[in-house]
């Protein structure tokens, strides 16, 4: 595994340092392996995710689509970190959560992954701006937040209009899309995304989702979204279908880089190059 320090010029001119991932293909990012977590509610155990196993490569996109309930959100949950699994291990660049302080693993999550909740988490009593700022400070970034990144996030997501305003003034698709913005203001390698349309019309759905492809490309991003919608699954390189909490069909989807099984590589064609 090699971390490249770069500059990267993105079609939008917008040039960024990138702080990717360029790995052997062999390697996987995520490695959940025979994932399984049982809630306990009353006398009642729940078994909502069940011995689930697979691997997502650097630069992948990837959709786990199925109906409510069928454990998507609890497996996203065990992906980040932010539950412990009953059974079997979460592996994030080979490092195992569970080998990890509560210190480490913050620190994992804070500095790799970039989390779009399904209910937002943003926080009530600052603006949407306060939010994306707060978001980039904690993840211990050295260099000051890049203004014209964000703008750029904003007008893709319609939302630069609406940043002084505090989430409660905001409609719930308006709270999704700074979620987005403030799980990509840092520019994470890994983005996990709950149901990142879901509350969205289809005008600002397809908004997200070209955003969300568009991020994984140009900063050779590995993003994981997970969706009830077969259609917003369909954007993905591979798409596991859960039910039950098992993963019981893999198929490749229309894909972010085309490829059969979701190339590792951003398409030349990105107009990205690393220097
Ligand atoms: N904290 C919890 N305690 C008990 N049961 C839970 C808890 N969270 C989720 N569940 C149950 O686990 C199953 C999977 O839920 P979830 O992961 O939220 O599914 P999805 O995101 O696919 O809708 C459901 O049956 C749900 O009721
Ligand atoms: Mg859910």
Request: proline letters at 4%; a positive charge.
């Amino acid at each position: 595994m090699a971390f490249a320090f770069g500059q990267v010029r993105s079609r939008s001119g917008l040039t960024f340092t990138m702080m990717g991932v360029q790995a052997e293909a062999s390697r996987p990012i995520i490695h959940a392996d025979n994932l399984s977590k049982v809630y306990a509610a009353g006398r009642i155990m729940v078994a909502a995710v069940r011995e689930v196993s697979f691997e997502v490569k650097p630069g992948e996109f990837v959709a786990i689509v199925g109906p409510s309930g069928s454990g998507k959100s609890t497996l996203f949950y065990l992906l980040g970190g932010l539950t412990r699994a009953s059974e079997g291990r979460v592996l994030i660049d080979g490092v195992d959560f569970a080998t990890l302080t509560d210190a480490e693993r913050t620190r994992l999550r804070r500095h790799r992954i970039g989390f779009v909740f399904q209910k937002f988490n943003l926080l009530p009593t600052l603006s949407a701006i306060g939010n994306i700022e707060i978001a980039y400070k904690i993840s211990g970034r050295k260099e000051p937040m890049d203004r014209a990144y964000l703008d750029h996030l904003s007008d893709l997501l319609s939302i630069r209009g609406r940043l002084e305003h505090r989430p409660s003034e905001l409609s719930g698709g308006e709270q999704q899309r700074v979620a987005i913005a403030r799980a990509l203001i840092t520019r994470p390698a890994i983005v996990l995304a709950d149901e990142p349309t879901g509350n969205l019309d289809t005008k600002n759905s397809d908004a997200v989702l070209k955003m969300l492809v568009r991020s994984n490309r140009e900063l050779g991003q590995t993003t994981l979204m997970i969706t009830h919608n077969p259609e917003a699954a369909a954007i993905a390189g591979r798409i596991l279908h859960m039910r039950d909490g098992e993963i019981h069909k893999i198929e490749s989807g229309a894909g972010a880089f085309g490829g059969p099984n979701g190339a590792s590589q951003p398409k030349a064609e990105s107009g990205i190059s690393t220097v």
